[in-house]
């Protein structure tokens, strides 16, 4: 947006990564994992997040390992029956649950994701199925009111869903949910009952995300791309916990500008980082 501005006076511009408060989206939204939490390692945690790495000292201890899984299971079966009370779709908690919950937006690429539900679909159709963990795809999410190509794609999930749903040779492999009226409400059920978080936007384009963080506090792994804050995310948590793959920001931007002959490397994702060492000329109150 700023990009004129940018160039004429780069010193003014910094970049502050935004966040969510897990007072309430660890607290509030999944007291059964934060009273199993508190009792192991106290309950600093709740203004001090890092203290969460002291549950490192229990990733061996068995009893702890079932009551964690007790607790997934638990919060599972709230998010199935939030499922079945927003769209009447009966779903099994012991699939995996795949989930892509946000705004639609042709970066986040809610369209990729929709893809690799119709491979998985010609998959099991074609018999390759060896080792196959049943899931659950969950969307959720709106579109700005006059956002065509977003609607387009609510739409494909929803017939893509309708297909998969009605096929009774689906029912112990695939199941595809559209979840209407996403909101910060239903995300309070949504983050704790999930297995893998969906962070695939394209990279160079999401400034931060928070819907990543919030999945990633409640236990869920994350899939996703070197991209806003899922790359510090990676830094706390390490790559047994969040899959990247793609193009890196910068490999975005050569790709585009071979493609179209368009330059944004100065763009929004790259430019806003860079500012961050350029010199202040005054200290901020
Ligand atoms: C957290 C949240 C968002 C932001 O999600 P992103 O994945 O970061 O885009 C959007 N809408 C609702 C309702 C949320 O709770």
């Given at each position: 947006m700023f990009r004129d501005f940018y160039e004429?006076?780069?010193?003014?511009?910094?970049?502050?990564?935004?966040?969510v408060t897990p007072r309430r989206w660890l607290g509030w939204a999944n007291p059964a994992l934060s009273s199993l939490i508190t009792e192991k390692i106290g309950n600093g945690w709740i203004t001090d997040l890092p203290q969460l790495h002291l549950l490192k000292n229990y990733v061996n201890d068995k009893e702890f390992c079932l009551r964690w899984r007790e607790i997934k299971m638990h919060n599972k079966k709230r998010l199935a029956a939030l499922i079945k009370q927003g769209c009447g779709i009966v779903v099994d908690a012991f699939a995996l649950y795949d989930v892509q919950v946000k705004r639609f937006h042709e970066y986040k690429r809610q369209l990729l994701n929709i893809l690799h539900v119709v491979h998985l679909y010609d998959r099991v159709k074609r018999g390759d199925d060896a080792n196959?963990?049943?899931?659950?795809?969950?969307?959720?999410?709106?579109?700005?009111?006059?956002?065509?190509?977003?609607?387009?794609?609510?739409?494909?999930?929803?017939?893509?869903?309708?297909?998969?749903?009605?096929?009774?040779?689906?029912?112990?492999?695939l199941k595809v949910v559209f979840l209407p009226n996403y909101s910060v409400t239903a995300m309070e059920i949504i983050a704790p009952g999930t297995d893998l978080s969906e962070q695939i936007s394209t990279a160079g384009k999401e400034a931060s995300g928070t819907g990543n963080m919030k999945f990633m506090m409640n236990g869920a792994i994350t899939i996703g791309t070197l991209d806003g804050a899922n790359i510090e995310i990676r830094?706390?948590?390490?790559?047994?916990?969040?899959?990247?793959?793609?193009?890196?920001?910068?490999?975005?931007?050569?790709?585009r500008k071979t493609i179209t002959g368009c330059d944004y490397s100065h763009g929004r994702g790259l430019a806003s980082r860079d500012a961050v060492t350029y010199k202040r000329p005054f200290q901020p109150v």
């Open positions: 004429l006076w780069p010193e003014k511009f910094n970049n502050k990564t935004n966040g196959w963990t049943p899931r659950l795809i969950l969307f959720g999410g709106k579109a700005a009111s006059g956002y065509f190509m977003a609607k387009t794609i609510i739409k494909l999930i929803n017939n893509v869903a309708e297909v998969i749903n009605a096929d009774p040779k689906m029912h112990e492999y830094k706390e948590v390490g790559d047994e916990n969040l899959f990247f793959f793609g193009l890196t920001a910068e490999e975005v931007f050569q790709l």
